[in-house]
């Protein structure tokens, strides 16, 4: 009867208080527009792109902007507003919007000095039809609107909340039996949590989807894995686009600013991004992805195919297989791990691993890290199951299928991205204890050692003689041949650049706004301030890895969860993890710049971690004679993975990014805007 009144109870809150936020919160201007003193009829006069109502000697709360019957045909029309009030003669307002499909968005909320005298809103020159009719009115009583998807949205917030909470049910639910194995009842849970983050994987990548076609008919480079499936099916590996004269002819056609002079003299562009050697282009992206995806479309199809596809579908199997991994990794040592702390960890891993950036850009260069990230989970994950027996029982063999799997993953990520091949190196720290046993290495564990080795040496050996047939090299994976604004021919280590990067990449506070979308880029394409006195490519950054994963600073307590980690043999792991982490992120300051996709190179080992030291704090806490300690603990672990959850989505709209959502899809761009933040 009490966990009746407990669930009835819940239910209420779970829907009342979306209710009362529609009702109230999110309709605040309609309650407030009922107390303005009165609506005032204006007469308007239209001047070029200008309208001006004049002589209005009132108190002017709102401006309601009507595009009904303005014959204009744009998504998004722009405009600034003057005010001359007692106060200012001439007070310019920021350029804000109106949306002809948005109604809300056709009410302006101003706050002038006293009586307004004369207002004027000045629309972009190219968005006014010089016909048509555009209604100003002032003071106007703004509609009730009942958003059914903005409640839907506020009851799962809510139902997020309740479930995680400290006190919740669902951090006294044990994950695992007495036996460490899933209970039929938390099978389904764990059913339910992958579904729910895999409907936000695939809705991010629905919504930041777009058509290459235009791309593939300008020979951009977020076609490229098509070109090179497409040379593949016609026997060769270079990609069929004939290079301009000039690169040949030049003594460094990797110098971007001469590169780019010659391509405004001749008229003839260069590809940008492509891999440009002995007078061809070249693909220098990892070749899995276009063996598995983009080959088979192009030969059953014709057609070039989108980039979000891939993007897609490997997000939805690195989220099941992170489920997974995280399930191996703390049953070790953490049994008795509730279901909540569970769930938590893996949203700890997904997003740490800054994964979700791929769901925020399904382009090109996604393609690349999101199957280098999920090869490499799927093959820690066979790797650490295949010693699950043996772990608990030493006289119990590894599992020669899941060895062999893992290695097999492993090697495919390292054909995706190369630098990823750094973790089949893991393999040591994995298999230390078993290396010590003479599992590896001797007569007797040949088969293992075998199912390790081999499958990463056929397809290890398969890329190196792709690279051969190329750029005549083995070890040439035609990184530096790339036509970027970077030479990365003639690049040089600089220590100065270094301590500029390992800020920037690790601790950069985010920066926030007072305009939508409340976020901003630290660096981009066009600004890029620092006091660096040299050259430094930016790509736009929102914040250090830190900033956005505050929850993954837990790693400086990685000494003091020795003795746990050790015990379960994942101390050694850790360690080599975080200094893989270092030697990709000093890799990436030196070679590449700063760029917030190539934080998801040493994100994965640090998340991993991360993950690993959480789960010992976590369980200290529990066995802690101190009464509040677990509770204390386990606030702290829900507040910052919640801003890591928030940090790493949030950021997904702003308008900086390369293909930024406002551009792509202002629509829904501003369909968000004005359903979460209604308060204009």
């Known amino acids: 009867m009490i966990n009746k009144s407990k669930t009835t109870k819940t239910l209420i809150i779970i829907l009342i208080i979306p209710l009362i936020a529609e009702v109230f919160f999110f309709n605040f201007r309609f309650w407030e527009s009922l107390f303005f003193k009165k609506q005032i009829d204006c007469l308007s006069i239209k001047t070029g792109n200008c309208i001006t109502v004049p002589e209005i000697n009132e108190p002017v709360k709102n401006i309601h902007i009507d595009l009904s019957e303005s014959g204009i045909n744009k998504q998004v029309v722009h405009l600034k507003i003057h005010l001359y009030d007692e106060a200012n003669s001439d007070l310019e307002l920021p350029v804000t919007e109106a949306i002809p499909q948005i109604k809300e968005s056709s009410y302006i909320r101003i706050y002038p000095d006293g009586n307004v005298r004369e207002l004027m809103i000045e629309f972009d020159k190219d968005e006014v039809p010089d016909a048509g009719n555009i209604g100003i009115r002032l003071n106007e009583t703004r509609p009730f609107c009942f958003h059914v998807l903005r409640f839907i949205l506020a009851v799962v917030i809510v139902s997020l909340f309740m479930i995680f909470r400290p006190g919740s049910q669902i951090y006294k639910m044990s994950l695992c039996g007495g036996d460490k194995k899933l209970s039929d009842r938390n099978k389904i849970y764990v059913l339910l949590g992958i579904s729910a983050i895999v409907c936000l994987w695939m809705l991010i990548v629905y919504a930041f989807n ?19 499936a497409e040379s593949i099916l016609n026997g060769r590996v270079w990609l069929d686009f004939t290079p301009p004269k000039y690169l040949s002819e030049m003594a460094n056609p990797y110098d971007f ?5 010659l391509a405004r003299e001749t008229g003839e562009a260069f590809k940008l991004d492509f891999a440009f050697f002995d007078g061809k282009y070249y693909s220098y992206y990892g070749i899995v992805p276009t063996l598995i995806f983009y080959l088979p479309f192009v030969a059953l199809t014709g057609l070039p195919l989108n980039n979000s596809v891939p993007v897609l579908l490997m997000g939805v199997v690195f989220i099941i297989f992170s489920f997974m991994l995280i399930y191996k990794l703390v049953r070790r040592f953490y049994s008795e791990i509730s279901l909540g702390i569970y769930f938590l960890l893996v949203l700890v891993f997904t997003f740490g691993t800054g994964a979700y950036y791929c769901a925020q850009t399904p382009h090109v260069y996604s393609v690349a890290f999101i199957s280098a990230i999920m090869f490499t989970v799927i093959g820690l994950y066979n790797w650490i199951s295949a010693s699950d027996k043996h772990f608990e029982d030493s006289r119990l063999p590894l599992s020669k299928a899941k060895l062999l799997i893992g290695a097999v993953a492993m090697g495919l990520a390292t054909g995706s991205r190369p630098i990823f091949g750094l973790f089949a190196f893991l393999a040591f720290p994995l298999f230390y204890s078993e290396i010590k046993e003479r599992l590896f290495f001797s007569k007797k564990g040949i088969a293992n050692t075998l199912c390790v080795i081999a499958p990463l040496l056929v397809i290890g050996s398969a890329v190196l003689y792709f690279n ?27 220590i100065r650049r270094l301590w500029l990067g390992l800020f920037e990449y690790l601790f950069q506070p985010l920066k926030i706004s007072g305009r939508f979308p409340y976020v901003e880029s630290i660096y981009d394409y066009r600004n890029h301030q620092t006091d660096y006195m040299g050259y430094m490519f930016f790509d736009p950054v929102y914040g250090g890895y830190f900033a956005l994963c505050p929850v993954c600073l837990c790693i400086v307590f990685l000494r003091k969860c020795r003795k746990t980690l050790t015990s379960a043999k994942m101390y050694w792991l850790c360690v080599i993890s975080l200094i893989f982490a270092a030697v990709l992120l000093v890799t ?39 009464k509040n300690a677990f509770k204390a603990a386990l606030i702290v672990l829900i507040v910052l993975t ?28 501003y369909s968000v805007k004005y359903l979460l933040f209604a308060l204009r």
């Open 642 to 669: 919640g801003v890591t959850v928030f940090s790493n989505l949030f950021i997904m709209l702003a308008d900086s990014k390369q293909w930024a959502l406002v551009s792509t899809n202002p629509k829904l761009y």
């Open 210 to 228: 777009y058509d290459i076609t235009q791309h593939y008919r300008a020979g951009h480079v977020e076609a490229i894995y098509t070109y090179q």
């Open 468 to 494: 051969k047939i190329r750029f005549g090299s083995f070890f040439d994976f035609g990184n530096t041949y790339n036509l970027s604004e970077m030479d990365l021919q003639n690049r040089h280590l600089g």
């Open 257 to 261: 600013n001469a590169r780019l002079k």
């Open 588 to 626: 990436d300051i030196e070679l590449t710049g700063i760029t917030l996709r190539y934080q998801m190179d040493f994100g994965l080992p640090v998340a991993l971690t991360a993950v690993l030291i959480l789960a010992v704090l976590m369980r200290k806490a529990e066995a802690s004679s101190y």
